[in-house]
């Protein structure tokens, strides 16, 4: 990497030239060029891009208390959404990575970033043309030089084609330095894209895992519905019997009317997720109504979770990924700017056929040509360049602290979704518990009040805490899976083995 006072460009320059002319003149002037270009296109401005190492911790997050299901450092599965063993949820999943519309957008992001690289690296390459015009003019003839000989007192015609070529020597590395920015940047598009590819994944399967679990809560609703209802007519029947009172059967039907009001709320829920999914596989609402509305069970995780190793967190997630691309095209960037310093050398040339007359056109008379480089050298531009150089190291400095901000983010985002997957089993086991005891003392209850020991009062009670438990066990074992659906988001898994196929699948969207 050279100076930036030039001092070892130029030194290298005035050697070749004085071993060109101690050879007495016998090297030519290009070849002494060609020498010089050698010489110097080797040298690259600006500091070269090292991958950041970021802060990684020893070992994953130990839970504070232990867990039915662990998570271990084995191999993170790529195709996690397979370890809940739910046919509908994979089929959902591939259906969304072929129809999801905001992966088509992210697709055709990354096509236009290609172009864009594909535009931005085209200095790397000589630029040639070919032109060709005939025109029939006149000139004054008190104005410039006639070319036709007339004076201006007549037309005449003019033929002109040629092919020119022009390319910039790459001496300083700036050239080279714009594609390292642009091929940056091009990854930060791809990591844009995998992002939204691993939000599509994990959307499908939280608004699935909901629905399921909205379903289910609507069941044990039903089910205690008909016991309300069942409860509504042994009170009445004991009221005709002289038993009971009429604040036992009001009490009896206020109970049922309570419950049959939670079910409005739970249909509305159901057919917002099922359009929720819709939307994630493009299609119009209630597109799914007939194969999601038939309740299933929620999918329940495994035992043990593999979350893979700390170390490939950063291989993984694309957020990472893409911050560590800004920061690599931030740096290029630098030595874009600093190689606007330097003098600009282009070889250019033209070789063509002019004449008046279409039989001469093309003949060796009416050949032209031109040859020779052309240097360019900022001298004063009132401080614009050393400004731009400024903005340069500045964005890189932004850039190093985005990445270190990014990797932190991920350290929390993951050490919080483990404590929520642990939190959320041991919640759910404890309501499982509370719901076997709420059940045995709403029997025991109901019997108690047919044989007249109890009042109605205990089995209404019972009845709501049965109720109330049940929806919160259902909520839970929903948790433990939506939890488990962030952590492996959080893990940043998901993409790398559907990556391949979705692209292919989205690559010329309609």
Request: glycine share 8%; with cysteine; proline share 4%.
């Amino acid at each position: 990497m050279i100076r930036d006072d030039r001092t070892d460009a130029f030194a290298a320059g005035h050697f070749l030239w004085e071993q060109a002319c101690s050879r007495r003149g016998r090297l030519k002037p290009l070849i002494v060029g060609a020498l010089l270009a050698g010489s110097l296109t080797a040298c690259t401005v600006g500091p070269d891009f090292h991958k950041p190492q970021a802060t990684q911790i020893a070992d994953w997050a130990k839970p504070a208390r232990s867990a039915p299901g662990q998570a271990v450092s084995d191999p993170l599965n790529e195709r996690w959404w397979e370890v809940f063993h739910d046919a509908q949820l994979s089929a959902l999943t591939q259906r969304a990575l072929r129809s999801n519309l905001d992966l088509q957008l992210a697709s055709s992001r990354l096509q236009q970033s290609r172009a864009v690289r594909q535009v931005m690296t085209a200095d790397r390459y000589p630029n040639t043309a070919v032109t060709g015009s005939y025109g029939r003019k006149r000139n004054s003839g008190e104005g410039l030089n006639d070319p036709s000989g007339h004076n201006g007192d007549s037309a005449f015609n003019l033929w002109d084609a040629g092919f020119s070529a022009s390319w910039e020597l790459d001496f300083w590395g700036r050239v080279r330095r714009e594609t390292e920015a642009a091929d940056a940047t091009l990854q930060v598009a791809e990591n844009d894209r995998r992002g939204v590819l691993l939000a599509v994944l994990a959307d499908t399967a939280q608004n699935y895992i909901q629905l399921r679990g909205v379903q289910n809560t609507r069941a044990v609703t039903e089910q205690n519905l008909d016991v309300a209802r069942h409860s509504l007519k042994l009170s009445q029947l004991r009221l005709n019997d002289g038993v009971a009172t009429d604040l036992d059967v009001a009490e009896a039907a206020a109970q049922v009317a309570a419950i049959e009001s939670r079910l409005p709320a739970l249909e509305q829920r159901q057919a917002q997720l099922i359009n929720a999914l819709s939307l994630l596989m493009g299609e119009p609402p209630q597109a799914l109504n007939q194969a999601l509305s038939t309740d299933a069970p929620v999918p329940q995780s495994p035992p043990q979770v593999a979350i893979g190793l700390p170390s490939q967190l950063a291989e993984r997630r694309p957020d990472i990924r893409q911050a560590e691309a800004r920061l690599h095209a931030a740096t290029a960037n630098i030595g874009v700017a600093k190689g606007d310093f330097y003098p600009r050398i282009t070889l250019s040339g033209n070789l063509g056929s002019q004449a008046m007359q279409l039989s001469d056109f093309g003949s060796w008379g009416s050949r032209a040509f031109s040859i020779g480089p052309q240097l360019s050298l900022p001298l004063f531009d009132g401080g614009r360049l050393r400004g731009v150089l400024q903005l340069r190291e500045a964005q890189q400095q932004e850039a190093a602290i985005a990445y270190q901000q990014t990797v932190l983010r991920a350290w929390h985002e993951i050490d919080d979704q483990l404590t929520a997957y642990n939190a959320s089993q041991r919640r759910r086991d404890s309501l499982a518990e509370a719901v076997r005891q709420n059940q045995i003392a709403l029997r025991t209850a109901q019997q108690q009040y047919v044989e007249g020991v109890v009042d109605f009062v205990n089995v209404l009670t019972l009845q709501g805490a049965l109720l109330a438990t049940q929806e919160q066990w259902v909520e839970s074992s929903t948790g433990v899976s939506l939890a488990m659906v962030g952590l492996y988001k959080a893990l940043g898994g998901g993409w790398e083995s559907v990556y391949p196929e979705a692209l292919a699948a989205t690559s010329n969207p309609v």
